[in-house]
């Protein structure tokens, strides 16, 4: 007899996987915080009262054992997360079939935009990656986070209009260093 445990691990191990690898880019933390994480379903499904999707409570008790995580190191080496995947369009992406290993291997202009998202928040780390890599609708992003769907929208935007911002900056950059180089050249 398969257990609602099995369930949940078979429904959304890889996507829970892939959401906490882009949060702290290293495979090893990664598998420690997801079987973590399981710990914590197992203590607490007997209580799981059904008001919001096993999906979205589960990624609730993910993003929670994340932000302890970078609590811990941050207190350590002041260190945070970047991450993030971007499409030729400008919109975020998901590797159907890429593992985190692949994922990571990022061209020039995957890293520029990763580079960017260090100075994105926590908070807008979160929804950018529930959103555009998980694809989780707003209402979900919402309960995940138990924020109002406003909330989600409006930290979605500003994540959005910095990384665009930083960008543009990094190009402006580029461009004058490149002008200079030809000068000498």
């Keep these: 007899m398969r257990t609602a445990f ?3 691990y078979d ?6 996987f892939q959401f906490v690898f882009y949060m702290v880019k290293d495979k090893q933390q990664t598998e420690d915080i997801v ?3 399981y710990i914590k379903v197992l203590h607490s499904y007997e ?4 008001e919001s999707s096993e999906k979205t409570w589960l990624f609730s008790i993910a993003r929670h054992v994340t932000i302890d995580f ?3 190191q941050q207190r350590k080496r002041k260190r945070i997360m970047d991450f993030f995947d971007w499409g030729e369009k400008g919109h975020l992406i ?4 890429a593992l985190p290993e692949e994922i990571t291997l990022l061209n020039d202009e995957m890293a520029r935009v990763y580079h960017c998202l260090d100075q994105c928040s926590i908070d807008q780390k979160s929804v950018i990656i529930l959103r555009y890599i998980q694809s989780f609708s707003i209402e979900e ?6 924020w109002s769907i406003s909330k989600v929208k409006t930290t979605q935007h ?3 209009k910095t990384i665009k911002s930083l960008l543009n900056d990094m190009d402006r950059e580029e461009g004058a260093s490149g002008d200079s180089q030809q000068r000498r050249g």
């Design 35 to 37: 079987q973590e994480v």
């Design 6 to 8: 099995d369930d949940i």
């Design 94 to 97: 998901k590797g159907e079939d």
């Design 70 to 72: 970078f609590r811990k």
């Design 158 to 160: 500003r994540a959005m």
């Design 11 to 16: 429904n959304y191990h890889k996507d829970l």
């Design 47 to 50: 209580t799981f009262k059904g």
């Design 141 to 146: 992003t919402a309960s995940t986070l138990n």
